[in-house]
Each structure stands twice: as structure tokens, then as C-alpha cells.
């Protein structure tokens, strides 16, 4: 604030021409025991620089500004964003300019020329009220985002234990540490260990969202090469394919394809699309990833030629808890939250992640990922 | 020479993971204590220095990170293998367990039984061949 004490209201009048400053001025000192100080500023580049700082309490700006207008100046800076009441001062009947002062966040506005002492002090109070409730709203949306993702968070830890409980008991049955069971049994219990692997996956994906929602992933970026960081990825996932008897085919254009990135974050993306191929493909299907890059970007493509998805659908297929229906969704039982994630990751990255795919044929999906930080 | 089986400490305060964990590496052969907070883990490694450590880190009395600061691993303890065995997927706790000589950490709901005598044997053979076994 410019050198008022705590119970003073620094306003500063952006405006162009020196003679309305004066009447404004004079208007100003017409009010009763005024806790405003008015300075004034004529020039728009100047007044940017103000508001960048911000320097005062209540910015009134007028429409004509030079070649410039108190809109742009609106515009930039962005008043729903700030604490700060932006006021525009137009002339008489501009009713459009009116609504577009309101529409970029005007907290009012005042018809030059036509506004008393009293109405000038109601309006800037008025809108200083309205700027602290607004302000109070806001801090309580803040604190309920928080209490949300903090009760997400406790709410799948403390869902973990025991789903973790299940899976070690009914592993126990099924590896054999107690004993023999029967081929009706085992099968039996390998569904009830199944459900609980998934109902665990739930878990982790809801965590995972929480916490990019809540903007807690902070990626730790290093100069990577992803052509190991893929090979590595198809070897860890190889008995998955073998099981789904899917062949893997890895092609890269260059020996080296670096990247600044967060390495273990960027695996669990090509991991992710990858086990999508896999769950997406009937037995038997190949699933192709590429890589290639320019010196800009790293592009990666995870190739498969299975159920694929309907165009309708591609619109939403990174929303939050989007389910596609096709062919294998039933069986696979999907969170509707790893695209999602993903792309959240890819964005994070600065990257972009596409979608091509056509029913019964296959999906491509392609990831740009800019190479420097 | 044979190999030497490693003595195993699980500090789980969940009591149904704990009995679980108890059971799996018995069963396997191990020898095996077990704790429910990092207090009474202290007290067991008065008496039996075990081989391998399975701590969590969210316990009531003394949590894991407690028992890394007071047990010393890096300083009094350096042959003991300590794996973080957590489900709370904390960053910031995970780094300070290592940063404090934890030596792996594993997220509790990813690993079955099988997983968990893998990560026995595993550092026991890291062991043996350190050991020239």
C-alpha cells in the first residue's frame, strides 16, 4: 500500500487527462471524515506497474486511457484474482461498456461526471465489503478443498490396511503356506483375491488423484533416456504379455532419446497405457511402442490393435472416472481414473497426450513431451 | 558352508498384518520377532540382533521414523537390512527413512506373500555374497 497508515484506503485514479483528476479529487475531499487518499496516475504503463505491486487499495480506472482503455487494463489485471475492488469510470449511457467492465470483474462502476461525494465513498466502501466477503468465501472453499483431499487421502490409507490384511490371508491359502486346497477352492479364492487386488488399485489411483488435484505432485525432473526406461518397462511387465500371449514390439529412431523429466512419474505413464493395450487387446494381439524424437520433443506412441474406442467417447476418455463401454471393459474392471492421472502428469510436464482409435481396430495413443526443462 | 538363514523383525502395529506377516515367514523358515511399535522393537534388538528389519513407519508409542533416529542403523547397526514397509506412499517420510539407513522401501498392499519371502531372500543373499558365502 503507498504510504498510508492502517486505517487510511489508498486509491489511485488512473486517467489521462489532468482535469478530471482535479474534479475527482475535489469530489473526494467533499466527503465526510474521508479515510481515502487519492493519488493519480496518467499512465497505463505505469498504472500496470502499480497494479503488478499492488500498490493500493482501490484502483479507479477510467475507460479512455490514450490509445489504451481501463478495459485492457481490467483485463490484465484480472481482478477476480486479486483482493483488491477495480472501479471503471465511463461516460454517460455507455451501458455496453458497462457490462464488460462487469464481465472482466469490475467490482462497479461509476458515470463520470454524475457521481456525488456520497456516492463515491458508498461505492468504493461497498466494494471493499464486497472484495472481503468474497475473499472469506474463497479462504472457506480453500479450507473445504483441503479437508476433501486430506479425507480422501486418510480415507484410502486407512482403506489399505485391511484390504492388505485380506490379501496376505487369502495369499497364504492360495501360495500354499497352509496347507493344500482344492482346484474348486483355489479357484474360488483366486476371484476373492482378485476383487481384493482391485479393490486396492482403487486405492492407489484414488491417492494418486488426490494428490495431483490438490496440487501435491511436484515432479523431480533429471535429464532421462527413455529408450532404457521402456525396456526396462517391458521386461517388468513381460509375464503379462506372455500370459495374454501379446507380443511387445519396441522401436525407437535414435540410440538416445533424452528428456528432462521425472523419470519414476513418466514410467508409471507408459506403464499405464501399456497395461490399457494389454486389458484392451483380445489374447494374442500385438501391441507396438514407438518412440522417436526432434530437438524439441520426445514423442511416444503405445500402438495396439484392440477393441479401440468409438469417437463419441474419445472426448471424454481423460475425464475423472470416465468408463468407455466396449467388449473387454466388463472383465477389466478399469478405476476411470488413469487416463486421467496420466494426463495430468503429461500436462505437468508441459507435454500433450492425443488419442486416434477406431472401433474393433485399435488405439494410438501419443504422448509430446518437451525435451528441456 | 551353508547359508545362514536370516532372523527376521517385523514391527507392524496392525494386528492382523502382524500376525499375517508372523505366519508367512515362519512358515518360510525364518526366525521371527515381531513388534507393534518402535518401543518394543527397541527392546527385542537389546537381545537379538536381527538380520532383517520390516518396519512400518504410522505406529502408536514409537513410530518408525522414532525407532530409525533412536536404533541407529547407519552408525551402531550397519549389517541390518531395514525395509520400510509402509502404506502410507508419504515422499517426504519415505526420503528420511533412507536418508536415515532404511535400505528399501516396499508400499505393504503390493506385496504378497511370496513378494515378501522374495524380499527376505534377497537381502539375505546380498548378505551371504557380502559375506563371501
Redesign the interface.
Known amino acids: 500500500m503507498q504510504n498510508t497508515s492502517s486505517n487510511q484506503i489508498s486509491v489511485l485514479l488512473v486517467d489521462d487527462d489532468e482535469e478530471d483528476y482535479i474534479i475527482i479529487e475535489r469530489t473526494f475531499r467533499q466527503i465526510p471524515e474521508s479515510a481515502f487518499v487519492l493519488e493519480w496516475c496518467s499512465s497505463f504503463d505505469q498504472a500496470k506497474q502499480h497494479i503488478i505491486s499492488h500498490d493500493y487499495d482501490i484502483y479507479l480506472l477510467d475507460y479512455q486511457l490514450g490509445e489504451h482503455t481501463g478495459l485492457e487494463l481490467l483485463q490484465f489485471a484480472e481482478p477476480q484474482k486479486r483482493a483488491e475492488p477495480f472501479i471503471l469510470l465511463t461516460g454517460a449511457g455507455d451501458r455496453e461498456i458497462e457490462k464488460r467492465s462487469m464481465k472482466l470483474a469490475a467490482a462497479d462502476y461509476l458515470v463520470k461526471g454524475t457521481f456525488t461525494a456520497d456516492l463515491l465513498s458508498r461505492t468504493l466502501y461497498y466494494s471493499l465489503g464486497r472484495k472481503q466477503i468474497e475473499e472469506q468465501r474463497l479462504n472457506h472453499l480453500i479450507e473445504l478443498n483441503r479437508t476433501k483431499d486430506e479425507f480422501i487421502s486418510l480415507a484410502s ?1 486407512q482403506l ?6 485380506v ?3 487369502v ?2 491359502v492360495l ?1 500354499g ?2 496347507g493344500n486346497i482344492s482346484e474348486a477352492q483355489r479357484s474360488v479364492l483366486t476371484k476373492a483375491y482378485e476383487s481384493n487386488e482391485r479393490q ?1 488399485r482403487i ?2 489411483d484414488l ?1 494418486k488423484v488426490a494428490q495431483v488435484d490438490a496440487g501435491k505432485v511436484k515432479l523431480q525432473k533429471t535429464k532421462s533416456d527413455i529408450v532404457p526406461l521402456v525396456i526396462d518397462i517391458i521386461k517388468e511387465q513381460q509375464q503379462t504379455y506372455l500370459d495374454r500371449q501379446q507380443k511387445v514390439t519396441f522401436t525407437h529412431t535414435d540410440d538416445y532419446l533424452i528428456a528432462t523429466i521425472d523419470k519414476e512419474k513418466i514410467r508409471m505413464v507408459i506403464e499405464n497405457l501399456l497395461d490399457n493395450a494389454s486389458k484392451y487387446s483380445d489374447i494374442g494381439k500385438a501391441i507396438k511402442i514407438a518412440i522417436s524424437g526432434d530437438s524439441d520433443t520426445v514423442v511416444i506412441e503405445v500402438i495396439d490393435s484392440g477393441v479401440g474406442i468409438g469417437t463419441d467417447d474419445q472426448g471424454k476418455l481423460f475425464e475423472k472416472f470416465s468408463r468407455i463401454h466396449n467388449p473387454l471393459s466388463t472383465l477389466v474392471g478399469g478405476t476411470g481414473l488413469g487416463l486421467y492421472w496420466v494426463k495430468k502428469i503429461i500436462d505437468l510436464h508441459k507435454g500433450s497426450i492425443t488419442v486416434v482409435s477406431e472401433e474393433k481396430m485399435g488405439t494410438t495413443f501419443t504422448i509430446h513431451l518437451p525435451r528441456s526443462d | 558352508m551353508a547359508k545362514i538363514q536370516p532372523t527376521v523383525l517385523v514391527v507392524e502395529d ?1 494386528l ?2 502382524n500376525d ?2 508372523k ?2 515367514l515362519t ?2 523358515g525364518y526366525s521371527t520377532h515381531v513388534a507393534f511399535n518402535g518401543e518394543e522393537a527397541l527392546e527385542i534388538t537389546k537381545s537379538t540382533e536381527p538380520d532383517i528389519i520390516f518396519l512400518d513407519l504410522r505406529m502408536p508409542i514409537m513410530d518408525g521414523i522414532a525407532f530409525l533416529k533412536a536404533y541407529e542403523p547407519k552408525r551402531k547397526h550397519p549389517h541390518v537390512k531395514i525395509v520400510v514397509f509402509s ?3 508419504m515422499q517426504r517420510e519415505v526420503d528420511e527413512a533412507y536418508q536415515l539407513g532404511a535400505e528399501r522401501y516396499v508400499l ?3 506385496a ?3 513378494e515378501l519371502i522374495k524380499i527376505v531372500q534377497d537381502l539375505s543373499d546380498q548378505s551371504n555374497r557380502a559375506v563371501g558365502l
Open positions: 490409507h489399505r490396511t485391511p484390504a492388505t490384511g490379501k496376505q490371508y495369499g497364504m501360495e503356506f497352509v486396492l486405492v492407489s491417492l | 496392525d492382523a498384518l499375517a506377516y505366519t508367512i512358515t518360510a502404506n502410507y506412499d505393504k498392499a503390493w504378497s506373500p511370496k
